[in-house]
Structure formats: structure tokens, C-alpha cells
């Protein structure tokens, strides 16, 4: 079964502390994304990948960074986390024809205390 | 500029009732349309998906959806939900171009009674 893998269920940080969220799919698909999901407020894009070393800024990315180097790993970064970064992070991936709709991860839920 | 609306934050239904989850979407160029479902603590699951040809399109657990072009929908339906259908329901927009990235709605929750 083909799967989109997040490394963590649950995380709990301290603030400033800088945090690291991984997210593997083997899958070979090209495109990978970063969402952060808050209640009343959806789905939000933080970044996105659609090639390897590739990224670009989804509708919110202040604060967080992502990083590329396979193409099977997509890893998001908070540098210095924050009280209102407490949130649902769900990663996705797809083929590059977004016709096939993505395969979601499990998610993570961060909280920043 | 580019958004999808549902207008349902929560429904609740009867088992066995009929259900609608409504979607409006604006979008610029031909969408492609998509239903996610999300039961409590986990990802999201694709139901279904439309981008052309019959504007009713039959998806996974008994779910269709009708793409309406001139009222900018794609509504969700069932004939006769089930408990295991109360999840968080998503509608999603995105384009047939390469180096985007799907637009979601806020969601509806669904309840179901018995």
C-alpha cells in the first residue's frame, strides 16, 4: 500500500526551540506539500515542492522553512517555534498532474509550550 | 481571486437520511475538483474527483458529487448515511498546471444521529 509517512504522531516543543517535521512517500511522486490544519480555518499551505531542491511559498510560510534534498523526503522546519505554531501539520504528495489528487499523511500534532 | 467556500461549518443528519455537503468554488481556468474525507486524528482520504466529461461522478463509500458550471459547485451527496460517516469533509480546487497546489475549503463537519 502505498503510503505518505510522517516521523511523528505527536511532538511537544519548547518556545525558540527549533523544530524539525519529516515526511516521506514512496510513492516517486514528484510533488510534495506542507499544510497546517486549525480549526475553523481548513487547510492552509505552507510550502510545496514540486522537484527536488525545489520549493515554493504556499499562503503562509512566515516562520517555517523547508528543505528538499531526495526526492522521497520533504522535511519542514520551524527555526525558532512559537505558541501560535501549535497546530496540525499534514504532508501530502502527488504525481505532477494534480488530476490524481494527493495521498495525505497521518498528520503531526505540534504543540508549542 | 481563487477560493472555495462551504458554506456548512456542521451538519447533522439522521442515519439512514440523505445527505448534500455543498462546495462553491472561483477559480479561474478549468478546475479540477476534489472531496476529501477525514475521520477524527487522521489524514485526509480522496472520496472523489471531477475534471470533465459526465458532471456526475460516483466515488468511494457510496459517495457522488454533480459539477454544476453555472452555479460554480460541486456538491457532495449520499442516499443513506451511515454513523461511520461523521468525519470532516473537504472540498478542494486545484489546476491542470504543473507547480500548483490544491486550494481547500474550511470543511464541514458531519454529524450523524441515531
Known amino acids: 500500500d502505498v503510503k505518505v509517512t510522517q516521523s511523528s504522531r505527536y511532538l511537544v516543543k519548547r518556545t525558540g526551540e527549533k523544530v524539525f517535521l519529516e515526511c516521506v512517500q514512496d510513492m516517486d511522486h514528484e510533488n510534495m506539500f506542507w499544510y497546517r490544519q486549525d480549526p475553523g480555518l481548513g487547510l492552509r499551505l505552507i510550502y510545496f515542492s514540486y522537484d527536488v531542491k525545489m520549493k515554493e511559498k504556499g499562503d503562509i510560510p512566515e516562520g517555517y522553512s523547508v528543505s528538499r534534498e531526495k526526492k522521497e523526503r520533504f522535511s519542514l522546519i520551524l527555526e525558532s517555534a512559537s505558541t501560535n505554531q501549535t497546530s496540525m501539520y499534514l504532508c501530502?504528495?502527488?504525481?505532477?498532474?494534480?488530476?490524481?489528487?494527493?495521498?495525505f499523511g497521518s498528520g503531526t500534532r505540534l504543540t508549542v509550550v | 481571486a481563487q477560493s472555495v467556500t462551504q458554506p456548512d461549518i456542521h451538519i447533522t443528519v439522521s442515519e439512514g437520511a440523505s445527505l448534500e455537503l455543498r462546495c462553491n468554488y472561483s477559480y479561474g481556468a478549468t478546475p479540477y475538483l476534489f472531496w476529501y474525507v477525514q475521520s477524527p486524528g487522521q489524514g485526509l482520504q480522496l472520496l472523489l474527483k471531477?475534471?470533465?466529461?459526465?458532471?456526475l461522478v460516483q466515488g468511494i463509500k457510496g459517495f457522488e458529487a454533480e459539477f454544476k458550471r453555472s452555479q460554480s459547485s460541486f456538491n457532495l451527496r449520499k442516499p443513506s448515511v451511515h454513523w461511520s460517516d461523521a468525519a470532516e469533509y473537504f472540498c478542494a480546487v486545484g489546476a491542470a498546471q504543473a507547480g500548483t497546489a490544491l486550494i481547500f475549503g474550511k470543511g464541514t463537519t458531519l454529524s450523524v444521529s441515531s
Open positions: 471531477y475534471f470533465s466529461g459526465d458532471t
Open positions: 501530502a504528495s502527488s504525481p505532477p498532474d494534480s488530476f490524481y489528487g494527493y495521498t
